[in-house]
Protein backbone atom coordinates (compact mmCIF):
# COMPACT_ATOMS: atom_id res chain seq x y z
CA UNK A 1 0.00 0.00 0.00
CA UNK A 2 1.22 3.43 -0.75
CA UNK A 3 2.15 5.56 2.35
CA UNK A 4 0.17 9.18 2.46
CA UNK A 5 1.55 12.36 3.91
CA UNK A 6 -0.76 14.73 5.68
CA UNK A 7 0.18 18.16 7.73
CA UNK A 8 0.55 17.24 11.33
CA UNK A 9 -2.00 19.93 12.05
CA UNK A 10 -4.48 22.74 10.38
CA UNK A 11 -6.81 25.59 11.69
CA UNK A 12 -10.01 25.89 10.54
CA UNK A 13 -12.61 29.08 11.36
CA UNK A 14 -16.03 27.62 12.09
CA UNK A 15 -18.61 28.14 8.78
CA UNK A 16 -15.19 28.04 6.27
CA UNK A 17 -14.56 25.69 4.43
CA UNK A 18 -11.82 23.18 5.59
CA UNK A 19 -9.05 21.61 3.03
CA UNK A 20 -7.20 18.85 4.12
CA UNK A 21 -4.38 17.98 1.54
CA UNK A 22 -2.76 14.45 1.62
CA UNK A 23 0.49 13.17 -0.68
CA UNK A 24 0.58 9.84 -2.13
CA UNK A 25 2.55 10.26 -4.79
CA UNK A 26 3.45 6.45 -5.17
CA UNK A 27 -0.51 5.31 -5.23
CA UNK A 28 -1.10 2.38 -7.50
CA UNK A 29 -3.34 2.46 -10.18
CA UNK A 30 -5.72 0.39 -8.15
CA UNK A 31 -5.52 1.86 -4.70
CA UNK A 32 -8.37 3.68 -3.08
CA UNK A 33 -8.11 6.61 -1.61
CA UNK A 34 -9.83 6.78 1.89
CA UNK A 35 -10.29 9.30 4.00
CA UNK A 36 -11.32 9.15 7.77
CA UNK A 37 -11.87 11.13 11.06
CA UNK A 38 -10.95 10.19 14.80
CA UNK A 39 -13.02 12.21 17.31
CA UNK A 40 -11.37 12.18 20.62
CA UNK A 41 -10.04 8.66 20.55
CA UNK A 42 -13.63 7.37 19.48
CA UNK A 43 -13.98 4.56 16.93
CA UNK A 44 -12.82 6.14 13.47
CA UNK A 45 -15.37 7.68 11.04
CA UNK A 46 -15.55 7.25 7.64
CA UNK A 47 -15.98 9.84 5.29
CA UNK A 48 -15.27 9.28 1.95
CA UNK A 49 -13.52 7.08 -0.44
CA UNK A 50 -12.57 7.77 -4.44
CA UNK A 51 -10.38 6.39 -7.05
CA UNK A 52 -10.08 8.56 -9.87
CA UNK A 53 -12.73 10.93 -9.70
CA UNK A 54 -14.04 13.46 -7.21
CA UNK A 55 -16.40 12.35 -4.90
CA UNK A 56 -18.76 14.25 -2.91
CA UNK A 57 -21.35 12.95 -0.12
CA UNK A 58 -23.02 14.62 2.97
CA UNK A 59 -19.84 14.96 5.07
CA UNK A 60 -17.49 16.05 2.50
CA UNK A 61 -16.01 16.12 -1.01
CA UNK A 62 -12.56 14.69 -2.35
CA UNK A 63 -10.61 16.16 -4.80
CA UNK A 64 -7.91 13.70 -6.53
CA UNK A 65 -5.54 15.13 -8.72
CA UNK A 66 -5.10 14.24 -12.46
CA UNK A 67 -2.07 11.79 -12.20
CA UNK A 68 -3.23 10.80 -8.77
CA UNK A 69 -0.24 11.64 -6.35
CA UNK A 70 -2.27 13.90 -3.97
CA UNK A 71 -6.00 14.73 -2.89
CA UNK A 72 -7.78 16.98 -1.01
CA UNK A 73 -10.90 16.58 1.63
CA UNK A 74 -13.14 19.41 2.10
CA UNK A 75 -15.45 19.93 4.55
CA UNK A 76 -17.76 23.17 2.73
CA UNK A 77 -18.48 24.04 6.22
CA UNK A 78 -16.55 23.20 9.35
CA UNK A 79 -18.17 23.14 12.76
CA UNK A 80 -16.95 22.87 16.43
CA UNK A 81 -17.58 19.04 16.23
CA UNK A 82 -15.76 18.64 12.73
CA UNK A 83 -12.24 18.85 15.23
CA UNK A 84 -10.83 15.64 15.14
CA UNK A 85 -7.85 13.64 13.61
CA UNK A 86 -8.70 13.22 9.84
CA UNK A 87 -6.67 10.23 8.07
CA UNK A 88 -6.04 9.70 4.71
CA UNK A 89 -5.45 6.42 3.63
CA UNK A 90 -4.29 4.65 0.11
CA UNK A 91 -5.79 1.00 -0.08
CA UNK A 92 -5.24 -1.73 -2.25
CA UNK A 93 -8.69 -3.66 -2.74
CA UNK A 94 -6.67 -6.82 -3.10
CA UNK A 95 -5.14 -6.89 0.20
CA UNK A 96 -8.73 -7.54 1.71
CA UNK A 97 -9.33 -4.29 3.24
CA UNK A 98 -6.59 -4.23 5.88
CA UNK A 99 -5.86 -0.57 6.53
CA UNK A 100 -2.52 0.60 7.53
CA UNK A 101 -3.38 4.37 8.93
CA UNK A 102 -0.35 7.20 8.81
CA UNK A 103 -0.16 10.15 11.53
CA UNK A 104 -3.36 11.90 10.50
CA UNK A 105 -3.61 15.84 10.60
CA UNK A 106 -5.38 17.49 13.50
CA UNK A 107 -8.37 19.68 12.45
CA UNK A 108 -8.74 22.44 14.69
CA UNK A 109 -12.15 24.22 13.77
CA UNK A 110 -11.81 27.43 16.39
CA UNK A 111 -14.86 29.88 16.64
CA UNK B 1 -23.41 0.48 7.21
CA UNK B 2 -23.14 -1.83 10.57
CA UNK B 3 -23.31 -1.14 14.57
CA UNK B 4 -19.92 -3.02 16.34
CA UNK B 5 -20.21 -2.88 20.42
CA UNK B 6 -17.20 -3.93 22.22
CA UNK B 7 -16.94 -4.94 25.67
CA UNK B 8 -15.63 -4.17 28.09
CA UNK B 9 -15.06 -0.16 26.83
CA UNK B 10 -12.64 0.11 29.76
CA UNK B 11 -10.43 -1.83 32.04
CA UNK B 12 -7.63 -1.52 34.26
CA UNK B 13 -6.00 -4.57 34.67
CA UNK B 14 -2.77 -5.95 36.63
CA UNK B 15 0.20 -6.87 34.61
CA UNK B 16 0.90 -10.45 34.13
CA UNK B 17 -2.75 -11.61 33.72
CA UNK B 18 -4.63 -11.44 30.47
CA UNK B 19 -7.81 -9.97 29.07
CA UNK B 20 -10.63 -10.56 26.44
CA UNK B 21 -12.00 -8.01 24.57
CA UNK B 22 -15.84 -9.07 23.12
CA UNK B 23 -16.57 -7.57 19.61
CA UNK B 24 -20.07 -7.74 18.29
CA UNK B 25 -21.75 -6.84 14.98
CA UNK B 26 -25.18 -6.51 14.11
CA UNK B 27 -25.39 -8.08 10.93
CA UNK B 28 -23.59 -10.66 8.93
CA UNK B 29 -19.43 -9.07 7.60
CA UNK B 30 -16.85 -10.92 5.15
CA UNK B 31 -13.98 -9.49 7.36
CA UNK B 32 -13.23 -8.12 10.86
CA UNK B 33 -9.86 -6.45 12.05
CA UNK B 34 -8.26 -5.72 15.66
CA UNK B 35 -6.28 -2.68 15.84
CA UNK B 36 -4.68 -1.08 18.89
CA UNK B 37 -4.27 2.54 19.46
CA UNK B 38 -1.55 3.57 21.87
CA UNK B 39 -1.60 6.74 23.72
CA UNK B 40 -1.10 9.79 21.70
CA UNK B 41 -0.04 7.24 18.16
CA UNK B 42 -2.10 6.38 15.23
CA UNK B 43 -3.54 3.25 14.90
CA UNK B 44 -1.74 0.16 14.10
CA UNK B 45 -3.48 -3.24 12.52
CA UNK B 46 -2.87 -6.41 15.00
CA UNK B 47 -4.71 -8.80 12.86
CA UNK B 48 -7.13 -10.13 10.15
CA UNK B 49 -9.70 -12.26 12.01
CA UNK B 50 -10.90 -15.27 9.81
CA UNK B 51 -14.24 -16.91 10.53
CA UNK B 52 -13.61 -20.75 11.10
CA UNK B 53 -9.79 -20.35 10.59
CA UNK B 54 -6.82 -18.68 12.52
CA UNK B 55 -6.68 -15.02 12.45
CA UNK B 56 -3.58 -13.48 9.84
CA UNK B 57 -1.71 -11.25 11.98
CA UNK B 58 0.61 -8.28 11.10
CA UNK B 59 4.05 -8.33 11.40
CA UNK B 60 4.97 -7.70 15.16
CA UNK B 61 2.15 -9.46 17.11
CA UNK B 62 1.99 -13.04 17.18
CA UNK B 63 -1.13 -15.61 18.09
CA UNK B 64 0.39 -16.54 21.74
CA UNK B 65 0.48 -12.85 22.46
CA UNK B 66 -2.96 -11.56 20.90
CA UNK B 67 -5.26 -15.03 20.73
CA UNK B 68 -8.02 -14.28 18.39
CA UNK B 69 -11.33 -16.01 17.96
CA UNK B 70 -14.01 -15.60 15.29
CA UNK B 71 -16.61 -18.31 16.05
CA UNK B 72 -19.29 -17.05 13.41
CA UNK B 73 -20.33 -13.63 10.80
CA UNK B 74 -20.78 -11.45 13.85
CA UNK B 75 -18.62 -11.70 16.72
CA UNK B 76 -15.03 -12.12 17.47
CA UNK B 77 -12.52 -11.67 20.40
CA UNK B 78 -9.03 -10.99 20.78
CA UNK B 79 -7.07 -11.50 24.24
CA UNK B 80 -4.27 -9.65 25.42
CA UNK B 81 -2.08 -11.93 27.29
CA UNK B 82 0.47 -11.46 29.75
CA UNK B 83 -0.21 -7.90 30.18
CA UNK B 84 2.69 -5.38 30.87
CA UNK B 85 2.62 -1.81 30.83
CA UNK B 86 3.21 -1.31 27.70
CA UNK B 87 -0.17 -3.17 26.61
CA UNK B 88 -1.72 0.11 28.00
CA UNK B 89 -3.64 1.18 24.55
CA UNK B 90 -7.28 1.42 23.41
CA UNK B 91 -8.02 -1.66 21.39
CA UNK B 92 -10.27 -1.37 18.15
CA UNK B 93 -12.42 -3.82 16.37
CA UNK B 94 -13.20 -2.86 12.56
CA UNK B 95 -15.47 -4.49 9.96
CA UNK B 96 -16.35 -4.81 6.42
CA UNK B 97 -19.27 -5.85 4.90
CA UNK B 98 -17.39 -6.89 1.69
CA UNK B 99 -14.17 -7.10 0.22
CA UNK B 100 -13.42 -3.25 -0.97
CA UNK B 101 -16.07 -1.93 1.08
CA UNK B 102 -15.27 0.82 3.69
CA UNK B 103 -14.73 -0.42 7.33
CA UNK B 104 -16.85 0.11 10.21
CA UNK B 105 -14.59 0.82 13.99
CA UNK B 106 -16.62 -0.16 17.09
CA UNK B 107 -16.09 2.50 19.88
CA UNK B 108 -12.93 0.43 21.41
CA UNK B 109 -12.10 -0.61 24.57
CA UNK B 110 -9.48 1.41 26.98
CA UNK B 111 -6.91 -0.57 28.17
CA UNK B 112 -4.69 0.27 31.14
CA UNK B 113 -2.26 -2.19 32.61
CA UNK B 114 -0.64 -1.74 36.17
Known amino acids: DAKTTQPPSMDCAEGRAANLPCNHSTISGNEYVYWYRQIHSQGPQYIIHGLKNNETNEMASLIITEDRKSSTLILPHATLRDTAVYYCIAQWEGNFNKFYFGSGTKLNVKP | SAVISQKPSRDICQRGTSLTIQCQVD?????MFWYRQQPGQSLTLIAT?????????ESGFVIDKFPISRPNLTFSTLTVSNMSPEDSSIYLC???????????FGPGTRLTVL
Open chain 2, 49 to 57: ANQGSEATY
Open chain 2, 94 to 104: SVALRVGNEQF
Open chain 2, 27 to 31: SQVTM
